[in-house]
């Protein structure tokens, strides 16, 4: 059964980094594009990072450019999502998602910054 | 960055029809049109519907969506259309494209259907 992982969430204080990982199962993990969608509290959805299957595309949004950086490791069928200078307003859920037709999500890992 | 138009909240009568739709503009659903996706509370979203060139033979909806869901587009708006109304059909519905102009993927801001 094809499975998505995340972990790596918490609390965390202003300014300080946090690593995520999201672990895959059940399919050919490299042979697909990977991606970090975020939802805040009681809001939607948002997409946040992505990269290709070789990491030859990667992509962020404009509200985590310069401070998040997005890698994967084919080998251990990994995805990683490091954050640096985190502010309040990146507290949210983490999903990470399969594809660019996102067809496969996993359970999310919450991530909370406040001091 | 560019985000999509969806109307905040649709309200229809069990067994009813819902039109749900997707507003955008030529960089984005214009470009290759939108997927859909439904989350209910507490749960993280799940594919309904296929964007345009995401479609394995053909086929717009994943395995195991209900026939229920259909998707179509016209210019630069995209549109879920739920037939059937069901209990469990009670859900957030958001749409995803990929912009071009930004280089990166839109989510619309989300509708919430309710089922009375």
């Known amino acids: 059964e094809v499975h998505l992982v995340e972990s790596g969430g918490g609390l965390v204080q202003p300014g300080r980094s946090l690593r995520l990982s999201c672990a895959a199962s059940g399919f050919s993990f490299a042979n697909h594009a990977m991606h970090w969608v975020r939802q805040a509290p009681g809001k939607g959805l948002e997409w946040v990072s992505g990269l290709s299957w070789n990491s030859g595309s990667i992509g962020y949004a404009d509200s985590v450019k310069g401070r998040f950086t997005v890698s994967r490791d084919n080998a251990k069928n990994s995805l990683y999502l490091q954050m640096n200078s985190l502010r309040p307003e990146d507290t949210a859920l983490y999903y990470c998602a399969r594809d660019d037709a996102f067809d496969i999500w996993g359970q999310g890992t919450v991530v909370t910054v406040s001091s | 960055q560019a985000g999509l138009t969806q109307p905040p909240s649709v309200s229809k009568d069990l067994r009813q029809t819902a039109t749900l739709t997707c507003t955008g503009n030529t960089n984005n659903v214009g470009f290759r049109g939108v997927a859909w996706l439904q989350q209910h509370q507490g749960h993280p979203p799940k594919l309904l519907s296929y964007r345009d060139n995401n479609r394995p033979s053909g086929v717009n909806r994943p395995s195991g969506v209900s026939e229920r869901f259909s998707a179509s587009r016209s210019g630069n708006t995209a549109s879920l259309t739920i037939t059937g109304l069901q209990p469990e059909d009670e859900a957030d519905y958001y749409c995803?494209?990929?912009?071009?102009?930004?280089?990166?993927?839109?989510f619309g801001g989300g509708t919430k259907l309710n089922v009375l």
């Open positions: 995803l494209a990929w912009d071009t102009s930004h280089s990166a993927w839109v």
